[in-house]
Protein backbone atom coordinates (compact mmCIF):
# COMPACT_ATOMS: atom_id res chain seq x y z
CA UNK A 1 0.00 0.00 0.00
CA UNK A 2 1.34 3.42 -0.23
CA UNK A 3 4.22 4.48 2.35
CA UNK A 4 4.99 7.24 4.44
CA UNK A 5 8.48 7.87 5.06
CA UNK A 6 9.65 9.46 8.30
CA UNK A 7 13.25 10.48 8.78
CA UNK A 8 14.85 10.33 11.30
CA UNK A 9 13.41 7.44 13.46
CA UNK A 10 14.78 8.66 16.54
CA UNK A 11 15.93 11.88 17.97
CA UNK A 12 17.61 12.77 20.78
CA UNK A 13 18.48 16.58 21.81
CA UNK A 14 19.43 18.80 24.82
CA UNK A 15 16.58 20.76 25.86
CA UNK A 16 15.79 24.06 24.56
CA UNK A 17 17.64 22.79 21.10
CA UNK A 18 15.98 23.18 17.66
CA UNK A 19 14.47 19.94 16.24
CA UNK A 20 13.46 19.51 13.05
CA UNK A 21 11.04 15.96 11.84
CA UNK A 22 11.03 15.17 8.35
CA UNK A 23 7.70 13.12 6.24
CA UNK A 24 7.74 12.29 3.02
CA UNK A 25 4.16 11.84 2.59
CA UNK A 26 2.58 9.62 -0.28
CA UNK A 27 3.34 11.12 -3.90
CA UNK A 28 0.24 12.38 -5.04
CA UNK A 29 -1.24 13.11 -1.69
CA UNK A 30 -2.09 16.73 -0.93
CA UNK A 31 -2.97 16.94 2.95
CA UNK A 32 -0.62 16.56 5.83
CA UNK A 33 -1.02 15.75 9.45
CA UNK A 34 1.27 15.48 12.59
CA UNK A 35 -0.07 13.40 15.10
CA UNK A 36 1.66 13.02 18.90
CA UNK A 37 1.95 9.81 20.89
CA UNK A 38 3.40 9.87 24.39
CA UNK A 39 4.41 6.43 25.34
CA UNK A 40 1.37 4.00 25.41
CA UNK A 41 -1.54 6.69 25.06
CA UNK A 42 -3.46 7.64 22.88
CA UNK A 43 -2.32 9.60 19.60
CA UNK A 44 -3.13 13.54 19.54
CA UNK A 45 -3.82 15.28 16.41
CA UNK A 46 -1.33 18.44 16.69
CA UNK A 47 -1.81 20.11 13.10
CA UNK A 48 -2.68 19.65 9.32
CA UNK A 49 -1.70 21.16 6.48
CA UNK A 50 -2.95 21.89 2.68
CA UNK A 51 -1.35 23.96 0.19
CA UNK A 52 1.34 25.79 2.38
CA UNK A 53 -1.25 26.42 4.86
CA UNK A 54 -1.55 25.43 8.42
CA UNK A 55 -5.87 24.57 7.71
CA UNK A 56 -6.20 23.06 11.67
CA UNK A 57 -4.24 22.70 14.64
CA UNK A 58 -4.81 21.76 18.24
CA UNK A 59 -3.78 23.23 21.67
CA UNK A 60 -1.04 21.02 21.90
CA UNK A 61 0.10 23.09 18.50
CA UNK A 62 2.22 25.38 20.89
CA UNK A 63 3.95 28.88 19.30
CA UNK A 64 7.16 26.79 19.26
CA UNK A 65 5.92 24.36 16.72
CA UNK A 66 6.22 25.39 12.94
CA UNK A 67 5.23 23.17 9.75
CA UNK A 68 6.39 23.92 6.35
CA UNK A 69 6.82 22.03 2.77
CA UNK A 70 8.93 23.96 0.93
CA UNK A 71 8.37 23.15 -2.44
CA UNK A 72 7.28 19.89 -2.65
CA UNK A 73 10.01 18.10 -0.31
CA UNK A 74 9.66 16.92 3.05
CA UNK A 75 6.08 18.12 5.24
CA UNK A 76 8.44 19.21 8.03
CA UNK A 77 8.10 19.71 11.96
CA UNK A 78 10.00 22.10 14.11
CA UNK A 79 10.13 22.52 17.69
CA UNK A 80 12.27 25.51 18.59
CA UNK A 81 12.92 25.71 21.65
CA UNK A 82 12.71 21.92 22.98
CA UNK A 83 10.61 21.20 25.90
CA UNK A 84 10.97 17.89 28.55
CA UNK A 85 7.39 17.13 27.10
CA UNK A 86 8.04 17.52 23.87
CA UNK A 87 9.45 13.72 24.43
CA UNK A 88 7.12 11.83 22.22
CA UNK A 89 6.78 9.76 19.33
CA UNK A 90 5.69 12.03 16.45
CA UNK A 91 3.53 10.34 13.63
CA UNK A 92 3.03 12.15 9.91
CA UNK A 93 0.22 11.30 8.01
CA UNK A 94 -0.90 12.22 4.69
CA UNK A 95 -4.16 11.57 2.66
CA UNK A 96 -5.47 12.38 -1.07
CA UNK A 97 -8.27 14.16 -0.12
CA UNK A 98 -9.12 16.84 2.77
CA UNK A 99 -12.98 15.30 3.67
CA UNK A 100 -13.24 13.94 7.23
CA UNK A 101 -13.75 10.45 6.15
CA UNK A 102 -10.64 10.40 4.17
CA UNK A 103 -8.31 7.92 4.79
CA UNK A 104 -4.98 8.61 5.84
CA UNK A 105 -1.90 6.98 5.76
CA UNK A 106 0.48 6.99 8.92
CA UNK A 107 4.36 6.95 8.47
CA UNK A 108 6.27 4.87 11.11
CA UNK A 109 6.96 7.33 13.89
CA UNK A 110 9.86 9.75 15.02
CA UNK A 111 11.15 9.13 18.40
CA UNK A 112 11.95 12.32 19.99
CA UNK A 113 13.67 12.01 23.24
CA UNK A 114 14.69 15.42 25.13
CA UNK A 115 16.99 15.43 27.72
CA UNK B 1 -12.10 16.77 27.63
CA UNK B 2 -11.95 13.69 26.17
CA UNK B 3 -14.15 13.63 23.79
CA UNK B 4 -13.90 10.08 22.37
CA UNK B 5 -13.97 7.26 25.30
CA UNK B 6 -12.60 3.81 25.23
CA UNK B 7 -12.84 0.94 26.99
CA UNK B 8 -11.80 -1.57 28.04
CA UNK B 9 -7.98 -0.42 28.40
CA UNK B 10 -6.86 -3.55 27.69
CA UNK B 11 -8.69 -7.11 26.90
CA UNK B 12 -7.33 -10.69 27.29
CA UNK B 13 -9.46 -13.61 24.45
CA UNK B 14 -9.21 -16.86 23.72
CA UNK B 15 -8.29 -18.00 20.01
CA UNK B 16 -11.61 -18.44 18.20
CA UNK B 17 -13.32 -16.07 20.51
CA UNK B 18 -15.07 -12.77 20.03
CA UNK B 19 -13.29 -9.62 21.14
CA UNK B 20 -15.85 -6.72 21.99
CA UNK B 21 -14.04 -2.88 21.73
CA UNK B 22 -16.08 -0.03 23.07
CA UNK B 23 -15.88 3.19 22.15
CA UNK B 24 -18.49 6.25 22.78
CA UNK B 25 -18.20 10.10 22.05
CA UNK B 26 -20.24 13.24 22.77
CA UNK B 27 -19.70 15.45 20.20
CA UNK B 28 -23.04 15.06 17.74
CA UNK B 29 -21.62 16.24 15.01
CA UNK B 30 -19.11 13.63 14.78
CA UNK B 31 -19.67 11.90 11.33
CA UNK B 32 -16.68 9.19 10.62
CA UNK B 33 -15.59 6.57 12.53
CA UNK B 34 -12.74 4.63 11.64
CA UNK B 35 -10.29 1.90 14.10
CA UNK B 36 -7.39 1.58 13.50
CA UNK B 37 -4.74 -1.22 15.07
CA UNK B 38 -1.33 -0.79 15.82
CA UNK B 39 1.08 -3.58 16.39
CA UNK B 40 4.11 -2.50 18.64
CA UNK B 41 7.04 -0.27 17.10
CA UNK B 42 5.07 0.39 13.95
CA UNK B 43 1.97 3.04 12.98
CA UNK B 44 -1.55 3.07 13.58
CA UNK B 45 -3.35 2.02 10.42
CA UNK B 46 -6.97 1.54 9.20
CA UNK B 47 -8.62 -1.36 9.65
CA UNK B 48 -12.26 -0.47 9.59
CA UNK B 49 -14.61 2.50 9.56
CA UNK B 50 -18.29 3.24 9.35
CA UNK B 51 -20.22 6.52 8.53
CA UNK B 52 -23.79 6.54 10.72
CA UNK B 53 -25.71 5.84 7.50
CA UNK B 54 -25.70 2.16 8.50
CA UNK B 55 -25.51 0.64 11.93
CA UNK B 56 -23.35 -2.08 10.72
CA UNK B 57 -20.10 -2.59 8.42
CA UNK B 58 -18.54 -5.69 7.98
CA UNK B 59 -15.00 -6.48 6.75
CA UNK B 60 -14.03 -10.55 7.13
CA UNK B 61 -14.17 -11.26 10.47
CA UNK B 62 -14.32 -7.63 11.66
CA UNK B 63 -17.57 -5.59 12.30
CA UNK B 64 -18.28 -2.42 13.68
CA UNK B 65 -21.72 -1.92 15.63
CA UNK B 66 -23.28 1.84 15.56
CA UNK B 67 -25.51 2.94 17.83
CA UNK B 68 -26.16 7.19 17.23
CA UNK B 69 -28.63 7.14 19.64
CA UNK B 70 -26.78 6.14 22.54
CA UNK B 71 -23.49 8.01 21.05
CA UNK B 72 -21.62 4.70 20.97
CA UNK B 73 -19.63 2.10 18.91
CA UNK B 74 -18.04 -1.23 18.81
CA UNK B 75 -15.55 -3.53 17.71
CA UNK B 76 -16.20 -7.39 17.20
CA UNK B 77 -13.28 -9.33 16.29
CA UNK B 78 -14.59 -12.75 15.44
CA UNK B 79 -12.99 -16.31 15.65
CA UNK B 80 -9.86 -13.97 17.29
CA UNK B 81 -5.75 -14.84 16.14
CA UNK B 82 -3.28 -14.49 18.21
CA UNK B 83 -2.06 -12.67 15.45
CA UNK B 84 -4.86 -9.93 16.39
CA UNK B 85 -3.09 -8.89 19.11
CA UNK B 86 -2.35 -5.60 19.19
CA UNK B 87 -3.72 -1.72 20.51
CA UNK B 88 -6.58 -0.86 18.74
CA UNK B 89 -8.01 2.80 18.36
CA UNK B 90 -11.07 4.05 17.85
CA UNK B 91 -11.31 7.78 16.61
CA UNK B 92 -14.24 10.16 15.59
CA UNK B 93 -14.20 13.07 13.36
CA UNK B 94 -17.00 15.73 12.60
CA UNK B 95 -18.07 17.03 9.08
CA UNK B 96 -17.22 20.49 10.02
CA UNK B 97 -13.36 19.84 10.45
CA UNK B 98 -11.06 17.26 9.58
CA UNK B 99 -8.94 16.37 12.68
CA UNK B 100 -9.31 13.31 14.28
CA UNK B 101 -9.96 12.64 17.62
CA UNK B 102 -8.29 9.38 19.06
CA UNK B 103 -9.90 6.97 21.94
CA UNK B 104 -7.14 6.10 24.61
CA UNK B 105 -6.69 2.70 22.68
CA UNK B 106 -7.37 -1.00 23.80
CA UNK B 107 -4.75 -3.44 24.28
CA UNK B 108 -6.00 -6.56 23.07
CA UNK B 109 -4.32 -10.18 23.60
CA UNK B 110 -5.22 -12.99 21.73
CA UNK B 111 -3.93 -16.39 23.97
CA UNK B 112 -3.72 -19.21 21.36
Known amino acids: GPKVLQIPSHQIIDMGQMVTLNCDPV?????FYWYKQILGQQMEFLVN????????KSKLFKDQFSVERPDGSYFTLKIQPTALEDSAVYFC?????????????FGPGTRLTVL | QQQVRQSPQSLTVWEGETAILNCSYEDSTFDYFPWYHQFPGESPALLIAIRPVSNKKEDGRFTIFFNKREKKFSLHIADSQPGDSATYFCAASSNSGTYQRFGTGTKLQVVP
Open chain 1, 27 to 31: SNHLY
Open chain 1, 49 to 56: FYNGKVME
Open chain 1, 93 to 105: ASSLAGQFYAEQF
